[in-house]
């Protein structure tokens, strides 16, 4: 399983902060998972569902609402439509770095927000709830008692899970807007509802307000002795389990097999002949799979150059050839030689120079590439082997066919 970090705008510009579970084999679909109200990405409930999602093969993409977390902007100056679009823009994120999200999973008040905007996302094939209201109003129990503060007031500050929010009065008639049950009967997606039937913060009966008001297809499953944030880390697993299973019933046969037949490719190695090596993209930025006839690796971008740091760069995959190369070759000679040689650590750096300050290069006008190479060898050796080992270290055959004039042949195949 990997885990990448995300950040996208909102509809602000501001950026938000997210991490994107991803399986390690076939992917079933994209979800998205919507954190409960003044929670984070990172709470319990998100985090083990998410990690879990993936498991089973399903990447999710978790992350901070606005002025939440790690995500920029003011949460007083948030609301439940806000929410909605933050959603709408994780999804424009993962359409266009990776798939267009078929399912949505919301917590508590994100479960009223993946309702309300499902309606808005044409991919999204099934929405799930969890401990969660039927209406986004809901949530003015929460601070009950300062309501008619809040409505005479700019901003009033209310204590909620232990933290300290301004709430403004915009915000409370935002949640106006979403206080009634029809856009659930115009949900048009496979529905499945989990609910604990001691929750505390939101009652049960808000479950039954979903079921009622939606159509089929829609399930509902017990959470027995849950709490509302799902502390106990055995709740999240059962309920990704389950969702991994029931999910897979709406998405389009044609898509998973399509899906299917993708990663099937990728995971065969047998289709890679020896000596060749093959690279395929992992995301529409910079990932990449390189595959050879045994072996898997990801090359990658770090994230100040628009990658998502899952490996190594292209320049370095280079330097850990070379420098690989040079260890093996010193390793074989000393074993053959029955050299006292203990240890080889080998760190490389590569550079672009000016052509004038390289004494080996023809033209001026250019530049060179160089590639500093630094070998530290350990054990009981004299000053003849150590220079000895210096010479066969040049003699490793990638550093030959670095040096050696390359001839690199292109074509376009169907």
């Known amino acids: 399983m990997k885990r990448v970090r995300a950040v996208f705008q909102n509809k602000q510009n501001e950026s938000l902060s997210g991490l994107l579970e991803l399986p390690d084999g076939m992917i079933k679909c994209y979800a998205i998972f919507a954190h409960c109200f003044t929670c984070s990405k990172d709470g319990l409930a998100a985090t083990y569902i998410s990690r879990k999602l993936a498991v089973n093969g399903i990447a999710v993409l978790r992350f901070d609402f606005t002025g939440l977390g790690n995500s920029s902007g003011d949460f007083s100056n948030s609301s439940f439509s806000?929410?909605?679009?933050?959603?709408?823009?994780?999804?424009?994120?993962?359409?266009?770095?990776y798939e267009a999200p078929q399912l949505l999973i919301g917590h508590s008040l994100g479960g009223a927000a993946v309702l309300a905007v499902s309606q808005h996302m044409?991919?999204?094939?099934?929405?799930v709830t969890i401990n969660s209201p039927a209406t986004a109003d809901h949530v003015k129990h929460l601070f009950i008692?300062?309501?008619?503060?809040?409505?005479?007031?700019?901003?009033?500050?209310?204590?909620l899970g232990g933290r300290s929010f301004t709430i403004r009065k915009q915000f409370l008639d935002d949640l106006e807007q979403y206080n009634t049950l029809d856009h659930i009967g115009r949900l048009n997606k496979a529905l499945l509802i989990f609910h604990s039937p001691i929750d505390q913060v939101v009652s049960i009966n808000e479950?039954?307000?979903?079921?009622?008001?939606?159509?089929?297809?829609k399930s509902f499953i017990s959470l027995d002795d849950a709490d509302h944030l799902l502390s106990n880390k055995?709740?999240?697993?059962?309920i990704a389990g389950v969702v991994s299973a029931w999910v897979t019933r709406y998405l389009k046969e044609g898509e998973l097999k399509e899906i299917d037949k993708v990663n099937d490719t990728k995971n065969d190695l047998s289709i890679v002949k020896q000596g060749v090596?093959?690279?395929r993209?992992?995301?529409?930025?910079?990932?990449?799979?390189i595959s050879t006839k045994h072996h898997k690796i990801i090359s990658d971008e770090p994230l100040n150059l628009g990658g998502t740091d899952l490996g190594a760069n292209p320049y370095e995959l280079l330097l850990?050839?070379?420098?690989?190369?040079?260890?093996m070759t010193l390793r074989m000679y000393a074993n053959h030689k029955k050299l006292d040689l203990a240890d080889i650590v080998i760190e490389l750096y590569h550079e672009r120079i000016h052509a004038k300050d390289c004494e080996a290069c023809e033209s001026e006008e250019s530049l060179a590439d160089r590639i500093h190479r630094s070998i530290k060898l350990t054990g009981n050796l004299n000053d003849d082997q150590r220079n000895r080992l210096l010479e066969i270290a040049n003699l490793c055959p990638v550093h030959k066919t670095l040096q050696n004039r390359i001839i690199i042949e292109t074509e376009l195949i169907e």
């Open 277 to 279: 090596v093959i690279v």
């Open 207 to 217: 479950a039954a307000r979903i079921y009622s008001a939606a159509k089929h297809p």
């Open 82 to 97: 806000s929410n909605i679009d933050d959603l709408i823009a994780a999804s424009d994120y993962l359409n266009q770095y």
């Open 234 to 238: 055995g709740d999240a697993d059962y």
């Open 281 to 289: 993209e992992s995301d529409k930025k910079f990932a990449r799979e």
């Open 145 to 159: 008692k300062t309501i008619s503060e809040i409505q005479l007031n700019e901003g009033v500050e209310v204590s």
């Open 320 to 327: 850990a050839a070379l420098g690989s190369c040079t260890s």
């Open 122 to 127: 044409d991919t999204i094939k099934a929405v």
